[in-house]
């Protein structure tokens, strides 16, 4: 049970309480130098002293020559494991059930993109419809840190909500300054909206958001000319007129999103309820399907 031959057993009890010799000379070298040297740890203890020829124990011999004597090298450097103090604004409603959402508008996500033009700077807010993949709405700015193109694009996929279902919609947006704002989020305080937001550091809790931005990115610059554009904002609306209207999107099975929209509102797709029944688990799928 403790990991030691029969024979070490025996001899480390008749040893008694007393330390061998050659041990006491090697504990003695590792605090002589532990006290001129704090600094550092006991790997640079056990290369220092095996260059001044004083040892031929292993690293490992005097890592347990620092526990034993309760010593540890001293540096403002050393990691530390603290507590996480970030307090998540809003709850994480969604997890890893995005496949779940089963009706148009039932879940909204935003994120900002950011590019270079062949001059200039942009920033760029997207709104998705998770179910449909439309563009709700938009904002862009050649003006870093601009939080106009948040509330712009909030305002047009507020627009798209009215008249809409008895169900809540799910707003689920990172943790950035604007999208966890309180003049932000008193804009929508009055809608039938519930927010929600990815862990801290964590953009793949906004995976579908984080997908599409690649892809349209890709399309913008090499389909559309986005990085010559004498038109940056003609470019982007362009875009978004084509990507809702006329744009194939393989996780709808090649239909374009409006398209997929009228389907669903006329009937022609079935209508499931996946999204209530959803079982809320932060654990990773590939983890999931692991344990079986």
Request: glycine share 8%.
């Amino acid at each position: 049970m403790a990991g030691v031959s029969r024979s070490g057993y025996y001899k480390w009890q008749g040893r008694g309480k007393c330390v061998p010799e050659d041990r006491k000379e090697i504990f003695e070298l590792v605090q002589s130098t532990h006290e001129k040297h704090s600094t550092h740890g006991y790997r640079w203890v056990h290369a220092y002293l095996v260059q001044q020829g004083g040892i031929t124990v292993s690293p490992d011999y005097i890592r347990r020559a620092f526990n034993v004597l309760g010593i540890e090298s001293k540096t403002k450097h050393k990691a530390r494991n603290k507590p996480r103090k970030v307090r998540d604004p809003y709850p994480n409603l969604i997890f890893s059930t995005w496949e779940t959402v089963d009706r148009p508008r039932q879940v909204i996500v935003s994120d900002m993109t950011a590019f270079w033009t062949r001059f200039r700077y942009w920033e760029l807010s997207l709104y998705f419809d998770v179910f449909t993949k439309q563009i709700l709405g938009s904002g862009i700015t050649d003006k870093r840190g601009r939080p106009v193109i948040y509330y712009n694009g909030l305002e047009q996929a507020l627009a798209k909500l009215e008249g809409g279902k008895d169900e809540y919609t799910v707003f689920h947006t990172d943790q950035g300054s604007v999208y966890t704002s309180i003049a932000y989020n008193e804009i929508i305080k009055e809608k039938h909206l519930v927010r929600s937001c990815s862990r801290a550091g964590k953009p793949t809790d906004n995976p579908v958001n984080e997908s599409l931005n690649g892809w349209i990115k890709e399309e913008l610059f090499i389909d559309f000319g986005l990085y010559d554009s004498g038109d940056v904002v003609a470019t982007i609306n362009e875009y978004i007129e084509f990507y809702n209207s006329k744009r194939p999107s393989y996780s709808l099975g090649y239909d374009t999103p409006d398209n997929f929209y009228r389907r669903f509102e006329e009937g022609e797709i079935e209508q499931k309820d996946t999204f209530k029944g959803r079982e809320l688990d932060e654990t990773p799928k590939y983890v999931r399907k692991k344990r079986g």
